[in-house]
DNA sequence: TCTGGGGTCCTAGGACCC
DNA sequence: TCTGGGGTCCTAGGACCC
């Protein structure tokens, strides 16, 4: 139990990906851009020198809006946001395929940055992180300004910072004076500032759970910190109905979670049109053996083995199927992946059409080295 | 032409063991 | 033979987040 107050902060990045694109293509700045779709609208150079992009309107595919520049979101256009609407509505804006090749490294870039003066961060993502500022002696306004002008000095970009007594409250803060901006937060500001909120600007009420209050008269998070925790129960799980009352209050003690394992990996990929097992078997079949190759080789390059594989099917109406299955022993290779999930989908209905196909594993360890194989691998079958 | 890809956590039932 | 409780693992689905 924290025993006294905690000073924690959360960072945004702006528009991350967008931000990114426009250090590489300055020319572009002030224009409305759009960043998804698969690796096809690459820009061309042109015969005198300058770059030339391709405009949204020329997409075509099943793609979604992975981010926008302000310009292209005064338009309409939004994350998430498939991209053939999204033409619709800003056809001349420009077009750049997602790198996260690079907005990764510009993320190890920032996080560095930070962790130079406030060592003790939570990773949340690409753009995100927790930093714990209790232990550290400078006023609040200070190490704000401090930790963004080293984000500036690292990468060129610029983030927004919220400082709370914890992570709920952090995370609220940063999104109330963005982009660049600092907000500092305390219990006092609850009623003033969050509670004429709505409740799907706290972190963990999604669309569902959102709706469901709204039905019930519930809209803002002041409307929710009225409710007793028995009409919640009523409504909610013992666990998130329990949780919903906390937050409502700006309650949050979770702690800073430093540093942690992955527990699932996974790759999936949409196809260009719905698929049948009766009529594209052999598409199938290659798409289905890359995915397990490439898994494979993100399990052996993250130094990881596997007791539980699984497929995942998205069937042309869009519900979702999951099949797993655990082996006696762990492994990282594409053979065995393959042939374990193929004994998945032989248990899942394969009459639809499909819109997805999906590959996970879960159940991970750490890889035994050579020396240690042996006994690791009887500890794994000893249980 | 609506609706990507990679994750985490929670719930819940059943098997199985003590 | 009946009764029972706790713990863990496995599997499937769903909400949510970036």
């Given at each position: 139990?924290?025993?006294?107050?905690?000073?924690?902060?959360?960072?945004d990045?702006?528009?991350f990906?967008a931000?990114?694109?426009?250090?590489?293509?300055?020319?572009l700045?002030?224009e409305?851009v759009?960043?998804?779709?698969r690796?096809?609208?690459?820009p061309?150079?042109k015969s005198?020198?300058t770059?030339?992009?391709?405009?949204?309107?020329?997409?075509?595919?099943?793609?979604?809006?992975?981010?926008?520049?302000?310009?292209?979101r005064a338009?309409?256009?939004?994350?998430?946001?498939?991209?053939?609407?999204?033409?619709?509505?800003?056809?001349e804006?420009?077009?750049?395929p997602?790198?996260?090749?690079?907005y990764?490294?510009?993320?190890?870039l920032?996080?560095?940055?930070?962790?130079?003066?406030?060592?003790?961060t939570?990773?949340?993502?690409?753009?995100?992180?927790?930093?714990d500022?209790?232990?550290?002696?400078?006023?609040?306004?200070?190490?704000?300004?401090?930790i963004?002008?080293?984000?500036?000095?690292?990468?060129g970009?610029s983030?927004?910072?919220g400082?709370?007594?914890?992570?709920?409250l952090?995370k609220?803060g940063?999104e109330?004076?963005?982009?660049?901006g600092i907000?500092?937060l305390?219990?006092d500001?609850v009623p003033t500032?969050?509670w004429?909120?709505?409740?799907?600007?706290?972190n963990?009420?999604?669309p569902?759970?959102s709706?469901?209050?709204?039905?019930?008269?519930i809209?803002?998070i002041g409307?929710?910190a009225?409710?007793?925790?028995?009409?919640?129960a009523?409504?909610?799980?013992?666990?998130?109905s329990?949780?919903l009352?906390?937050a409502?209050r700006?309650?949050?003690?979770?702690?800073?979670?430093?540093?942690?394992?992955?527990?699932?990996?996974s790759?999936e990929t949409?196809?260009e049109?719905?698929l049948?097992?009766?009529?594209?078997?052999?598409?199938l079949?290659d798409?289905?053996?890359?995915?397990?190759v490439?898994l494979?080789?993100?399990?052996?390059?993250k130094g990881y083995v596997?007791?539980?594989i699984?497929?995942k099917?998205?069937?042309?109406?869009?519900?979702?199927l999951t099949?797993?299955?655990?082996?006696?022993?762990?492994?990282d290779?594409?053979?065995?992946i393959r042939?374990?999930a193929?004994e998945?989908l032989k248990?899942?209905?394969?009459?639809?059409r499909?819109?997805?196909?999906?590959?996970?594993?879960?159940?991970?360890h750490k890889?035994?080295?050579?020396?240690?194989?042996?006994?690791?691998?009887?500890?794994?079958?000893?249980?």
């Open positions: 139990m924290p025993d006294r107050q905690r000073r924690i902060a959360h960072l990045m702006d528009a990906y931000s990114v694109e426009l250090l590489r293509y300055p020319e700045c002030g409305a759009v960043i998804g779709g690796s096809v609208h690459q061309a150079i005198d020198g770059r030339k992009f391709a405009k949204l309107r020329d997409y075509v595919g099943r793609g979604v809006v992975t981010t926008s520049t302000f310009e292209a338009l309409g256009v939004h994350s998430a946001m498939g991209m053939m609407k999204a033409a619709k509505l800003a056809p804006a420009w077009l750049l997602a790198d996260f090749e690079a990764r490294h510009y993320s190890r920032f996080k560095q940055a930070v962790r130079q003066i406030a060592p003790q939570e990773d949340r993502g690409i753009d995100e992180i927790y930093i500022l209790t232990d550290l002696t400078q006023d609040t306004q200070t190490l704000a300004m401090r963004k002008q080293a984000v500036r000095d690292a990468t970009l983030c927004s910072i400082i709370a007594p914890n992570k709920l952090a609220i940063s109330l004076d963005k982009p660049d907000t500092v305390s219990m500001d500032r969050i004429p909120m709505a409740v799907r600007k706290i963990g009420i999604g569902k759970a709706e469901k209050l709204t039905a019930l008269g809209p803002t409307e929710l009225k409710q007793s925790q028995a009409f919640l009523q409504h909610f799980g013992k666990r998130y329990e949780w009352y906390q409502a700006g309650l949050d003690e979770r702690a800073m979670i430093t540093s942690s394992e992955p527990k699932s990996i790759r949409t196809f049109r719905d049948h097992v009766k009529t594209d078997r052999a598409k079949s798409i289905f053996t890359r995915l397990c490439q494979a080789s993100d399990l052996r390059r596997a007791k539980t699984g497929v099917l998205r069937y042309g109406d869009f519900r979702i099949r797993d299955v655990s082996l006696p022993l762990a492994t290779d594409a053979d065995e042939r374990a193929g998945c248990r899942a209905p394969l009459e639809q499909l819109r997805l196909l999906g590959v996970r594993v879960s159940a991970l890889k035994p080295t050579q020396a240690e194989e042996p006994e690791a691998q009887a500890a794994l079958l000893l249980g």
